[in-house]
């Protein structure tokens, strides 16, 4: 269980990067040079890579980490405007942060360092 709690959060917020991430393929369309292409992929990268730190946080300290996720997920609550009445966006954006963010904190306290679990947690 140790090994499922400490690996089931931090592959959930890869994938998730990946997802954020994909959204940003549409930055090369439309009319414009490269440097107003550039501005768009990396502004539409930007909540990507706010999780991506998120992530590495985590895999140093979990419950930070994890706090951090759920406090993300708020952030896209808010700015994308998903508690207006759009539960698949709610859905998609926001549960799995906050389930990694739970999955995180859990598996701090369920981690002990004997059972092999591969973290790297300051006591």
Do not use: E
Request: aromatic share 18%; glycine share 8%; with cysteine.
């Amino acid at each position: 269980m140790s090994t499922f709690l400490t690996w089931f959060p931090r592959i959930l917020s890869m994938v998730y990067v990946l997802f954020v991430a994909s959204f940003a393929l549409d930055s090369f369309a439309g009319a414009g040079g490269f440097w107003r292409h550039l501005g768009i992929l990396v502004l539409h990268l930007t909540p990507a890579f706010a999780v991506a730190i998120c992530l590495w946080v985590a895999w140093r300290w979990r419950i930070l980490g994890g706090l951090l996720h759920m406090v993300l997920s708020m952030i896209f609550t808010v700015f994308f405007w998903l508690v207006a009445g759009h539960a698949q966006s709610f859905l998609m954006i926001s549960l799995p942060l906050v389930v990694a963010g739970l999955f995180f904190i859990l598996s701090k306290w369920n981690y002990r360092p004997d059972d092999g679990g591969h973290a790297v947690d300051s006591h």
